[in-house]
């Protein structure tokens, strides 16, 4: 009798272990998937500076204080919000996030530098409506500080003053990324 409960003993701290780990893994490819769409958005956004202003699909917001990627009302997937949320065409693959990854450009204070920032999302991902808070799910945030000069400017205009907009398509000469660890909401 005591051996039977031995063994029902061992065999529930086999099966915990077990379940344990499948966690352990489901959650990791979760937060990879998150982090891989958010990588997708913020290329695509880059790309996006080294087309004209007219053919973007992601504008390019001038600066503003504070920056408009630390505001959650930009991030919101209405049709007046700053941010760019990836189409499935923009996406391009087989297999579509249940919620599309998004992301941002903005000018800086200083001349011919910008901040694209994007955040990518996990299969279950759900956030507080009021908050924007991740509730469930992960949520990846990226971003890339982007030196490029004014394709205009190349041509002999007068490139765009530090904080705006230029007229023309940009080629990036130099970025930088990290993910941010702490979002801002």
């Not at 000018?107 to 009021?130: C, E, I, M, Q, W």
């Amino acid at each position: 009798m005591l051996m039977l409960a031995v063994i029902g003993l061992a065999s529930a701290a086999i099966m915990r272990n077990a379940v344990s780990g499948d966690q352990v893994a489901n959650n990791n490819r979760l937060q990879t998937q998150a982090s891989q769409y958010a990588q997708l958005a913020l290329r695509f956004c880059q790309a996006q500076l080294g087309l004209p202003p007219e053919s973007r699909a992601a504008r390019l917001l001038p600066v503003a204080t504070p920056p408009a990627w630390t505001l959650q009302r930009n991030w919101g997937t209405g049709s007046g919000d700053a941010a760019h949320t990836l189409t499935a065409a923009e996406i391009g693959a087989s297999v579509q996030p249940r919620v599309a990854p998004q992301c941002l450009a903005e000018a800086t204070g200083l001349a011919n530098t910008y901040t694209v920032t994007a955040r990518g999302f996990s299969a279950d991902f759900k956030a507080d409506p009021s908050t924007g808070a991740t509730r469930t799910g992960s949520a990846v945030w990226v971003q890339a500080t982007i030196y490029a000069d004014s394709e205009a400017g190349a041509t002999g205009e007068a490139p765009a003053a530090a904080g705006t907009v230029p007229a023309g398509p940009l080629a990036v000469r130099q970025r930088t990324w990290q993910q941010l660890l702490t979002p801002p909401f």
